[in-house]
């Protein structure tokens, strides 16, 4: 971990049972090694090329696959993508641990609901035509998110299921299924809609038709979660919300760390754009792809598997 992770030990020890947790449970999570003193963790001072500072270590174990980017994404693999997201945070549901409440981060900036924070950093997208976009994503999650807070349904969300963070291996020839879920460090408690939002979002990046992502995601997700009609109302809403996250935040860190702009900027370019298509397709036929798509492909399947039966 960085040295600023580091510090927070009561979060990391959280983070690391519930990668145990989850593949106890059946899930394709690391778990941590153990040290010789049999502890899952070591604060180790090293040097990296600015002096000597403490880090906690620890020894994770190999998952095999190739990141979901490397593959083409089928909607029967987006479907997967859903169902296991929804399947993690349900099992999460049923995790104890001493220091839950490390997880309640509140204005932790990558949390869905700090997207009104947001706002401290537009200057960052002066004479960006999507600041303007921006702001008015920002004024509207204040007017019809912040109030349905309460109609939400809670959980402990992983908070970035992102394409880098999804392992798959072949499953026939030519198929895929998820073989690893990894990093843990954006975990909070959330709400269930906040973690579809967030894999719908990055899983229309570099995608051939972007918008129809979202019906596959959410009929896989909705195979262990049906949405409530709050939630429903909301989605759209959420999904332009995390790609303002992934603008700004990107767009903001560059300036701190310019050495660092390629990786930086590597959700954000491509983001940047869907962020325009969704905000110009609008909510109507954005809705309509995706509930009106994963109430099809649900569909489809029904007819499948009673052909196959």
């Not at 580091?6 to 020890?13: A, C, D, I, V, Y």
């Not at 706002?119 to 303007?132: A, I, R, S, T, Y």
């Not at 909705?222 to 109302?233: A, G, M, T």
Request: glycine share 6%; with cysteine.
């Amino acid at each position: 971990m960085n040295s600023a992770d580091s510090q927070n030990l009561p979060l990391l020890e959280v983070q690391t049972h519930a990668m145990n947790f989850l593949w106890q449970r059946g899930l394709p999570a690391q778990t941590a090694v153990p040290t010789v003193t049999g502890q899952l963790m070591s604060l180790e001072e090293i040097d990296c090329g600015s002096g000597v500072q403490k880090y906690l270590v620890r020894l994770l174990t190999f998952l095999p696959g190739t990141t979901i980017t490397q593959v083409t994404c089928t909607p029967q693999l987006l479907y997967e993508v859903g169902r296991t997201a929804a399947t993690m945070d349900t099992v999460l549901l049923q995790m104890e641990h001493p220091h839950l409440r490390a997880l309640q981060r509140e204005n932790f900036i990558w949390s869905l609901a700090s997207v009104p924070l947001l706002e401290q950093f537009l200057p960052v997208l002066d004479g960006d035509p999507l600041q303007e976009v921006v702001k008015k994503v920002i004024e509207q999650f204040r007017n019809r998110v912040v109030p349905k807070l309460n109609s939400f349904r809670k959980c402990i969300i992983h908070g970035d299921f992102n394409e880098q963070n999804i392992l798959v291996e072949p499953d026939g020839p030519s198929s895929y299924r998820i073989s690893g879920i990894l990093d843990f460090g954006d975990m909070s408690s959330g709400y269930f809609v906040f973690e579809l939002a967030i894999t719908i979002m990055y899983m229309m990046i570099e995608r051939p038709r972007p918008l129809a992502v979202g019906a596959a995601v959410l009929a896989g997700w909705e195979s262990v979660i049906p949405l409530n009609p709050e939630e429903r109302d909301v989605l759209y809403l959420l999904v332009l919300s995390r790609f303002c996250q992934s603008l700004v935040l990107a767009h903001y860190t560059v300036l701190q760390q310019p050495e660092n702009e390629e990786y930086l900027m590597s959700t954000a370019r491509p983001g940047a754009r869907l962020l325009q298509l969704l905000w110009e397709t609008g909510r109507d036929e954005v809705e309509k792809i995706w509930f009106s798509g994963a109430a099809e492909f649900i569909q489809n399947s029904l007819r499948t598997d009673g052909v196959t039966n």
